[in-house]
């Protein structure tokens, strides 16, 4: 999925449960990703936020049991609880130096 370049926020619950989505790409424009906004997708792999990025609500890709690889940017200053939580998948997740 290709998120347009007009959204700046991805709000709670907006794809919770989409079983079948694989992969997001967000544009640079995105500042905030709500809670549970990728809840329960569990066929997503990957997910790289881009540098705008700077609060990942709770439980924001909770659940999300096949997720592998994150990225998140430099700009990263809050992560809510639990905001992976239950991503058992996840080999590695490095952390902006600011957080």
Do not use: W
């Amino acid at each position: 999925m290709t998120i347009p370049d007009s959204v700046t926020r991805i709000e709670t619950s907006a794809f919770y449960g989409c079983g079948s989505l694989t992969s997001v790409m967000m544009p640079e424009g995105i500042t905030h990703i709500g809670e549970f906004a990728f809840g329960y997708c569990n066929s997503l792999t990957s997910i790289t936020l881009p540098q705008g990025v700077s609060s990942i609500g709770e439980l924001a890709f909770g659940y999300c049991s096949n997720l592998k690889n994150v990225s998140l940017p430099d700009g990263v200053t809050h992560i809510g609880y639990s905001a992976f939580y239950s991503c058992s998948a996840i080999g590695e997740l490095v952390l902006p130096e600011g957080l």
